[in-house]
DNA sequence: ACAGAATTCAAACACTTGTTTAATATTGAT
DNA sequence: ATCAATATTAAACAAGTGTTTGAATTCTGT
């Protein structure tokens, strides 16, 4: 279901390869598929309708239907078409960790690996930020396929990573550790976004950035700083609770 | 905006009182609140209807209008009835850890507490599930006052007690070693929520288990061993990152 | 330049949404 | 018991939803 591809004439390999920027000289059905990753992602599925998906790509609304045969369809194309980049980013930044160490990481290495590449496509472009949210809200049914497609494998990667950089992790123990990195992950991210909606609301926005200077930051310097923090709290915490057996 | 009560006669005090039972022996007005509360919890503001809404209290559509003067005003009851609620039994948890110990607990101990009530709160009522769920989705305007409330009150006293088990702590290193703790804390209660709204769906119940069996656990279990591990992961990470100084 | 397919469009579709109405039923104080 | 205030009801409301239609337009291969 995820993964069917609609398209009348198929055109995925190209599609995927898009730069996604926000000028229409697209053709309609990019620009369609452009609009719709911006507003899901800033509003949510359900929050979205047709006709504001159309008329923010310009298109008429029947466009939605001819190309895509209906709203729900439309969103999983958006979804599916940077989906995969996401995870072989993580899988190929940590396989490429994996080779510079001859197989023997630093444990921050790993999750400065995992991190960053999380925070970068999340804030870059609103992916994840979709994703994050249909996860938690969502019907439920979708997300079977993208659990075993996107999540199972980056889980596996990283379980290996980690095992590699520190063997006295067992598969058990993995299970929460990277529990809580993910739940930081997220956190960190989802501020980031509920700041940057809170832009034109002057006292929301005052009391985010007091209680969470970093807010103010570009993005280059967020990601930065919350990679950085995340990797030096998880990896403490893993030295404290899984020392290095010797 | 938020603590405007649209009660025609003004019964806040003895609604705050209520067990928010699923026994339907309740005035029109409460069954719709606790209708209102389980559903906005389990699908959001946004899917769902003022129709089932009525249909789950057993009520007319227009008792919606009539008791609440529209779905947003009675979405704010259904939050202002709980909220107080919970981040007044955090504070109450802080303030009494803080006298046994005579102003001096371990780190551990104070982010036990935090945890424990805030998973514990979360998990039992729906209320956490709405405000989680609000806080990632939702317009953003509806928050000023929330935060205000809710989030800054409980932040100040989690710095105030972090900061006497550790005064090495400074406030701006709290500000991320706080974000890294509700980071997991949300991320254990949304997984909990999904795997419970996965129930009737084997396939994904079975991924879900595969990749963390704990959540195979009843509540109270999972609630213990959740913030068991918080607290453990959380105060190695604190001791590496900020060691007590003598 | 032409025919045929693919695309775009305005309009309408059937349906759901939150809310209101006006009539009816219930309640509670005198 | 009465009467006004309160509460509940079925029905209707206007506006918005995703989707479909069929004619008009653009594109494409010959």
New interface residues.
């Given amino acids: 279901m995820f993964f069917t591809k609609s398209y009348k004439t198929n055109r995925l390999e190209t599609v995927l390869d898009e730069p996604l920027s926000r000028s229409n000289d697209h053709q309609p059905k990019e620009r369609l598929l452009d609009a719709a990753e911006e507003l899901f992602a800033a509003?949510?599925f359900?929050?979205v309708s047709v006709r504001e998906l159309a008329a923010a790509a310009d298109v008429n609304v029947a466009a939605v239907n001819y190309h895509f045969q209906g709203k729900e369809n439309l969103f999983q194309e958006v979804i599916s078409r940077r989906f995969s980049i996401q995870r072989d980013r993580t899988l190929q930044g940590l396989q490429s960790l994996l080779d510079q160490t001859e197989g023997r990481p630093q444990v921050e290495q790993v999750i400065q690996v995992m991190v960053s590449e999380y925070l970068d496509g999340a804030l870059s472009n609103s992916f994840l930020t979709m994703i994050?949210?249909e996860?938690?809200?969502g019907k439920?049914?979708t997300?079977?396929e993208f659990?075993?497609q996107m999540?199972?494998p980056v889980?596996a990667a990283i379980s290996k990573a980690l095992i590699a950089a520190r063997p006295s992790l067992k598969q058990?123990d993995l299970?929460?550790?990277i529990?809580?990195i993910?739940?930081?992950?997220?956190?960190?991210i989802?501020?980031r976004i509920?700041c940057k909606?809170?832009q034109d609301?002057p006292?929301?926005l005052e009391?985010?950035l007091k209680?969470?200077?970093?807010l103010a930051l570009d993005q280059d310097e967020y990601v930065r700083l919350t990679t950085n923090?995340?990797a030096?709290?998880?990896?403490?915490?893993?030295?404290?609770?899984y020392p290095e057996e010797n």
């Fill in positions: 509003k949510g359900g929050e994050t949210r996860m938690h809200g439920g049914g997300h079977v659990f075993k999540v199972a889980f058990e299970n929460w550790v529990a809580s993910v739940g930081q992950i997220h956190h960190f989802l501020r509920k909606s809170c609301m006292e929301a009391i985010m209680a969470f200077p970093a923090h995340i030096r709290f998880s990896t403490a915490a893993i030295d404290g609770m």
